[in-house]
């Protein structure tokens, strides 16, 4: 097993999350969705012969609870990057495993560990997504499927519209492209990816804002600033003008280890 630092990025990351963890469930209608679209998927890939389960960014565990109902006699690890997010679901009395704040895309564990590796909507916020899905990959059992949500490109378009008919740039990160992923995963034996769109039903640029920063997601990509009050205004402005509402394009994949 082997440990890795959190960055500075990532520890900003972390204390967003847990900040949010008490209020976060009021806001996350699309990553509920998410996670029992996971859940499925990974059900019908290994309904059973599931002895070991390893869970990233479990949040306040939607996705946590689907996974102990489905398979309620494997051992599950659930990790998170905010330790207030991983107590919020370690408190949860329906769900029993081992809790560990752990950062997803530095795995400290070695070696074919897991049958199933799940997570959603947590990928995004990954520095590395190529290197990340190598390193959690080769944790699989032969056999073993990695399936995951994450942040597509597709998302709150109409939010980053908006800044760009202000001439800037919104500091929602760059997510990647249904194709961008597929050619990831296209690196691997048996892989694939497809996409879901949920509309988000914000009713003006304050919800919008309300709801990024019920869930945490309020720490911008790297080198981006909160824009000044005036110029938000304008984005706001805009953005309302153009409905008021937005959608999440959310990227699924999964990755299956050949068996032996």
């Keep these: 097993m082997r440990l890795a630092m959190n960055s500075g990025r990532k520890q900003r990351i972390s204390d967003a999350f847990g900040a949010a963890a008490a209020h976060y469930d009021d806001h996350a209608g699309p990553q509920r969705m998410a996670a029992a679209l996971v859940a499925g998927l990974a059900h019908r890939q290994k309904p059973d012969g599931v002895r070991r389960i390893l869970e ?5 565990g939607f996705l946590t609870r689907d996974i102990h109902a489905r398979w309620p006699g494997a051992e599950l690890v659930v990790t998170d990057l905010s330790p207030d997010m991983l107590a919020r679901t ?3 009395g329906l769900v029993a495993g081992i809790f560990l704040t752990m950062d997803g895309e530095a795995p400290i564990f070695d070696g074919e560990w897991f049958d199933l590796i799940l997570s959603s909507l947590a990928f995004q916020w990954f520095d590395d997504l190529a290197g990340a899905l190598d390193r959690l990959a080769a944790l699989l059992r032969p056999g073993g499927s990695m399936i995951f949500s994450t942040m597509g490109q597709g998302s709150f378009t109409r939010w980053r519209a908006a800044h760009e008919a202000n001439g800037l740039a919104a500091g929602i990160p760059d997510y990647p492209s249904l194709d961008g992923l597929r050619s990831l995963l296209s690196r691997y034996d048996d892989a694939f990816a497809f996409d879901e769109e949920y509309a988000l039903g914000c009713g003006g640029a304050k919800g919008l804002i309300a709801h990024l920063k019920g869930i945490g997601a309020v720490v911008p990509s790297d080198g981006r600033k ?10 706001m402005a805009a953005f309302e003008e153009s409905g008021g509402d937005d959608i999440y394009q959310v990227l699924f994949g999964r990755v299956t280890r050949a068996g032996r």
């Design 56 to 60: 990233i960014g479990c949040g306040t």
């Design 90 to 92: 370690a408190k949860d």
């Design 226 to 235: 909160p824009l000044p009050p005036r110029e938000l205004r304008r984005v």
